[in-house]
């Protein structure tokens, strides 16, 4: 290539650098133009928008709140205020006359009067045209559409004869599924209850003291009766009509009477956080407490009952006896409170976990006992007291499970894991008192 074709080359080269170059400035010149007004645009709405602030916090302290609707073109007819804040009705007062407060209550009542039922409790009888004498009425809840019912065990418990009034006024005898004392939850069977919804059960629900709840029952016989309240505290440790504690239960200042046993306790937003079973009082009057069983216990209990009939729960393959003032004497024991291991089954789980059982044979009662075994002083981190404790730290567990057992030996604290066996009547005879 000659010369001259050099100088074209370069020319037309440096004429194409300079046209880029011509663009890509005037790109980044629109650019800075495009968020200039932007953000010109910003800083005047945020002006608009302290401005509008001002006067509408000028306008509220010269008008008032309900001034900032007559600005709007809402009358203030159309508005009714109470403690939880404004109502507006479209159409004026002449579509309702109720507060949020009120209008949140019957939502409730809404959504779950026709899952609510009322249970009657009867003797056999000795002809079938007529039931035996009542032993008991109470409440229930619809479980599920296709005929279970839950209440309590108190409720049911002794009757042959369970008869079941839904919100139509109908009614229908219900079978006995099964029932768990220590919870004090029954479920009963019915027909087909497609026509009524079931309860929604709140199982996950973070519930906290202050928190506004309902009962919806049948005290004293009225059937579908609502009652409001809230709820005082939670956690809380019960002695169920077996004599155990119990533990985890609602604690609410709702106005329960006989009646209410069975019922669901429900949320703001119509889910059921619990099942009403008992109420409180020192003198016997209505200045009582009232509690409920959590949902997720409800739910975990009453599936358990409709699969197999019944709860199994877990126990200690061991014979062991509740510490008192004598024995520890007797003994020089450095510890006061505890369940004593008498004895353990050959080669049971307790056995081979290393427990050891006692050694001294000593006259008790009409019977003989061995002392000088291992003192179990807690279950899972829950204090054992006396007997009555192991049923409290046992409570949610099943055959299979390990729990820990924190033991007393020899002056000595240890940990150490044990398998459980299903619990049955025979050995919870084996907890001495």
Known sequence: MTGAGKRMTAEKKSKVRRIVLWVAAAVVCLLLVFVLIRWTGSIRTRQKRDELSRAIKMLVEQEGQLGLFELAGIPVDYIYGDNDGYLVFENGLTDGMYSGFELQNMYVYDQCASSVVYVRVYESSSDKLTYGKQLNSGSGMIYSSDGYILTCAHVIEGGAVFVVTFADDTTEEATLVGFDRENDIAVLKAGDLRGFPPVVLDTKSDLKVGQRVFALGNPLGFTRTLSGGYISGLSRPLRNSSGRIVTGMIQTDLSITAGNSGCPLISTDAAVVGMVFSTYSESGSFESMSFAVPASTVKNIADS???TGSVSRGWL???????????????????RNGLMVTQVVPNGYAAKAGLRAGTQLVKYGNGSIYLGGDIITAIDGYRILDASDVYTALMNTSAGDRVTLTVYRNGELFNVQVQLVARTDENQLWLLR
């Open 317 to 335: 393959d061991l014979v062991a006896l509740s510490l008192t003032d004598p024995i520890v004497e007797y003994l020089g024991l450095g510890i």
């Open 305 to 307: 009952i409709i699969s």
